[in-house]
């Protein structure tokens, strides 16, 4: 890899900057942590002495500085139109949380302004760089398991109040005006984009439900968004699946995709010894191969390394703001679904 400094700026100073973004960019020889903001100080200060860089007061000196030349947009998903579409009108590359906006008005704004800037635009949908995830793309265009016919996707843990910066129940995530679209868009997008991603095609029609069934926000009330999201999908290639999505897990996290397929099931991550387990009945084939990430478990991305060697090449990110549109399309197709009680045609 060419040896140069790329300057990045964090925006947003949650677990996700602390956990993730912060310490892979430290790691990566290619980067200088330019600094941090968050409209809670403490925070980006907190972050700043950990791995270096300044503490910026605003969002307007980050953005002026021609210094700098990307951007990780960590903000709440309410404010990723602002971030991003700001950043990449001032030049800046962008890599930004999912989902990449709350409305398919939005996220428009932020692909016009990928496509003005020219610059580099990723979105996080880290589960595409997972080691059995991107194996079990391989295992599929071999052919060796025919058609894919239906699948299961699950993704569920004990809820973001375990894990945000702001531990509790008055975090974000609970709140309508700034996280929107509760569970479907925090773990739900995740499959949505895995899924097109693996199997090559894209979601055609969408039937859900969604319920708020047990959390409660500080003031002891449910919570303004879902914090379950179920749904039944199919695809342009006909495919049929569920996908599961929740909050309310109170055991060990399920990230497990099952696909069902001509000739044998592919079972990913959903044996805690084995991610890969391909079952042909009498025949079964065990992959050893790397954790997924937890929010107790946290592993290396890959994220990072993969956007800042876009920065150098110039190539194409894994995940582009397309792939961002496409994904919150489903998801807002589906709260239509859930919302309406009718099935609904997304292409």
Known sequence: MINMSIKVAIIGCGSIAEFRHAPEYYENPNVVIAGFYDKHYERAEKLAKKFGGKVYLNLEEIMKDETINAISDCTSNETHVLVSTEALNHGKHVLCEKPIATTLEDAEKILNAVEKSNKIFMVDYNQRLADAHKKAKEILKTGELGKVLTFSTTFGHKGPEYWSATKGNS??????????????????????????????????????????????????????????????????????????????????????TILYCQKGILKIYDNPEFPIIIDKGKEKVYYRLDSIQTNENQTKSGVIDEFVNCIIKGSKPFATVYDGVAALKVIIKAMESARTGNKIKIV
């Open 171 to 256: 975090t974000w995530f609970f709140k309508k005006n700034r996280s929107v679209l509760g569970v479907a868009a925090d773990l739900g997008i995740h499959k949505i984009d895995l899924l097109r991603y693996i199997l090559d095609d894209e979601f055609d029609e969408v039937f859900a439900f969604e319920a708020v069934l047990d959390k409660k926000d500080e003031f002891n009330n449910p919570i303004e968004v879902c914090d379950n999201f179920i749904c039944l999908l199919k695809t342009k290639k006909g495919v049929l699946g569920t996908g599961t999505f929740s909050w309310t897990y109170y055991g060990d996290e399920d990230n497990s």
